[in-house]
């Protein structure tokens, strides 16, 4: 993996990121546009992108690293949820709820399909759909948990009924079977799930808007955040996945969707379960604007 390609890719994701800033700020996007584009990502978009990546010729190996990556996906959320509950019990209990979700939630989806598609292609992407399965699985049970303190409200069908989760499930089959789409419904699903890395990339710059610079840069526990987020969490995929002899695009994978920022469900999360919105708004934005730096750090450790 070429640090330089990995470092063009960033910028490149961060000029998009740009452009929707400027977009929203100039109000061609609105809030309302905001809201349906989001809805378009999650439910249309990232679920073709996703489901185009299992149209690839069936390999155990393949197959067996899925499995890799999705034992890692599992292990590296467990790690999260320990260290965010012994870091954090200093701060009162709104806080502490922000800064254990954004300890254990990376924004897997928005940046991380983007950015593995753009390094490694459709292998990135098919091997990123398996974490997206362990973060689905968490975030609808140990996320809701952590704001909530009870189970109640956990649920197999928000689960199951993802249409991310769908996707995997669909894509699978297809990948198991040697039976493939035609090629004007591939075409078609490809050109659609195409629109997946600038339109997540608009909408992440869009929601920049939301907080002033003076606010966002405010206050210890948002850089103590991001610090746990952008550095402490890919050390240990890092340290991890070496340990574990994962090959190059193994470890590139699970390192770099660790990397992302903040998960984009911190602030809605918060707002939901009186947790503090204001500190998960500006944690979410900070840890975007710094992961800029903090990805290629990593490709040039992973390199070496």
Known sequence: MSSNVVINQVLILFGIMIIGFLARKKNV?????TKDLTRLLLNVTCPLTIFTSFQLEYSRSMLYGAGQVFAFTIVVHLFALLIGLVIFNRYPEPVK????????FSNCGFMGFPLLQSVYGKSGVFYGSFYVIGF???????GIRIYTGREGEFSWKKVLANPNI???????ITFLHPVKLPIPAYSAMEMVGGMNTPLSMLLVGATLTEVSPGELFSGWPVYYGSLVRLILMPFFALITTSLLNFS???QGVCVLVTATPAAVLTTPFAAKYNGDTHLSSRLTLLSTVLSVITLPFFVFLLNR
């Not at 996007?29 to 546009?33: D, E, G, H, Q, Y």
């Not at 689905?136 to 140990?142: C, H, K, R, S």
């Not at 769908?166 to 699978?172: S, Y």
């Open 29 to 33: 996007m609105t809030a309302t546009t």
């Open 136 to 142: 689905n699985l968490f975030i609808w049970t140990v």
């Open 248 to 250: 190059p695009l193994l």
């Open 166 to 172: 769908i996707a995997v499930g669909l894509g699978l």
């Open 97 to 104: 709820r922000v800064l254990r979700f954004v300890t254990i």
